[in-house]
């Protein structure tokens, strides 16, 4: 007897609603389940469709509208294309708890539920919960959380290959409070959340991000060994982990066993500072040196600019900044603040070294490392974007060329540590920034309003191009 003859005299000898609602739908549409049901983000568009074609089967009701609209509350919340599939989840995912179900599958929709509202506490406990009702059955194909022991082998095998949903949520929501420690630089709260998630699932892509948070956590705490071993442990099942390697590469460097003396700052993209000279009025009037500080910022940009304020002993040269690639907001800031607390002006512009025009990269590097003041020329940049506002800002003085815009972005921050964070938590994440952003370029001098572009230009995604006027009016340059 196959799978399906098993089930179908299963839910035909059952008066239950539940049963009857499912033989409904399966009889209308076979396959609905297993595509409503599916974890596979490659057909979740089809699993939406399947779990609304139940919908339109099933008395609104019954137990299996109950389960389709869970199904695609999940389906809704996992995709995330915007706000409008986070209330379309919630919306689903509320109809399917009111339900009243007493199953291990409506606990794990609880779960769904209050983790689309944030509230990751409760929705562990539900997931929790949800293993506690069947802990030896995933949760699979609504209408039977058992299969027959000895038939069908090959569908069961398929099933059990699947991560139990309870135990994947799970993961989910405790990635996310981890995500969540991280970005508070709570680096040992942190770790329980990424230990219990590696026991949970210790070898899927969820895996490697829930490694290299860990590893985040680790160096952060001063655990260098710990963080090298679960980088490689993640370049094991990613070999393409950047931030896995970026990681280690900072460990090796910390603890003494980098392979190369450049270690993390030997990265093409690693932020430099150093003392640059050109001829009289290159960096304005009476002005023949400056501090050129370019590159991308990360972690440990601010550490990088301290060092260097202090070979300057006492002189105060101008800083000239020259971001690129993505940079750490948080990172920007802090070098904001460094130059305000230490009384440095601040201006935009590309420092152009000499000795750099016949070199090969790595040589032009070690040029500008080499500690010495470098012969060079300043050019204006054209754009000055967030990440360089926020640190322009800090100046006491702030200059910037004629031909240099000021481009305003939404403040949407991305999770460069592992998987994009499910929308709640970019929500909350956003929230935060904002806030910062705020109070970071108010105590800066600057217009606050500022920050309101910024929060404008999130969701939908956009850029506001300041107008020489505008930036003037809003103080980002000081008067002259």
């Keep these: 007897m196959t799978l399906r003859d098993w089930l179908i005299r299963m839910l035909a000898a059952s008066l239950a609603a539940w049963v009857a609602g499912v033989v409904a739908a399966a009889a209308q549409a076979p396959a609905a389940w297993d595509l409503c049901t599916s974890r596979d983000l490659q057909r979740i568009d089809q699993a939406i469709d399947a779990c609304t074609a139940i919908l339109t089967a099933s008395p609104s009701d019954s137990d299996a509208a109950a389960a389709a609209h869970g199904h695609r509350g999940v389906a809704l919340f996992r995709r995330a294309h915007g706000p409008q599939d986070r209330e379309a989840a919630i919306r689903d995912l509320e109809k399917a708890v009111s339900a009243g179900l007493n199953t291990s599958m409506a606990s794990l929709f609880s779960g769904y539920l209050h983790l689309a509202r944030g509230d990751i506490g409760r929705a562990i406990a539900d997931y929790d919960e949800a293993a506690r009702r069947d802990p030896q059955n995933p949760p699979a194909l609504a209408g039977h959380s058992a299969l027959p022991q000895k038939q069908d082998r090959d569908q069961a095998g398929s099933d059990r290959d699947r991560m139990a949903a309870a135990d994947a949520a ?229 200059t910037l060329p004629d031909t240099t815009t000021v481009i305003i972005s939404g403040m949407f921050i991305p999770n460069r540590i592992g998987l994009a964070a499910a929308a709640p938590f970019r929500e909350g994440r956003h929230a935060q920034y904002r806030d910062l952003f705020k109070v970071h370029l108010t105590e800066m001098g600057i217009d606050p309003r500022v920050a309101d572009i910024m929060d404008k230009n999130y969701d939908p995604p956009r850029s506001t191009e300041l107008s020489r006027d505008e930036v003037v009016r809003l103080r980002i340059v000081t008067p002259r």
């Excluded at 590893?215 to 060994?225: E, F, G, L, V």
């Excluded at 393409?240 to 993390?264: M, P």
């Design 170 to 398: 799970r993961v989910s929501a405790l990635l996310a409070r981890a995500r969540a420690a991280i970005a508070r630089e709570d680096w040992r709260g942190a770790l329980p959340d990424l230990d219990e998630a590696l026991r949970l699932d210790p070898t899927s892509s969820f895996a490697a991000d829930a490694l290299t948070l860990r590893a985040t956590a680790r160096y952060q705490t001063s655990d260098y060994a710990g963080a090298i071993a679960d980088c490689n442990a993640a370049l094991k099942i990613n070999p393409r982990n950047e931030q896995a390697l970026k990681i280690r590469s900072y460990a090796h460097v910390a603890q003494g066993t980098a392979s190369s003396t450049g270690g993390a700052d030997s990265l093409p993209s690693a932020l430099m500072v150093y003392v640059a000279r050109g001829p009289a009025g290159s960096c304005g009037e009476k002005c023949e040196e400056w501090l050129a500080v370019e590159g991308t910022l990360d972690g440990e940009a601010p550490r990088r600019v301290i060092a260097a304020l202090d070979r300057l002993g006492a002189r105060k040269l101008p800083v000239v900044l020259d971001f690129r690639g993505n940079n750490n907001l948080r990172a920007a800031m802090s070098i904001g603040k460094i130059l305000r607390g230490r009384g440095f002006d601040t201006t935009v512009g590309q420092t152009v070294v000499e000795g750099c025009r016949d070199l090969p990269q790595p040589e032009c590097t070690a040029l500008k490392r080499a500690g010495a003041p470098v012969k060079a020329g300043l050019i204006p940049n054209r754009v000055c974007d967030v990440a360089c506002l926020l640190t322009f800002a800090g100046g006491v003085r702030r």
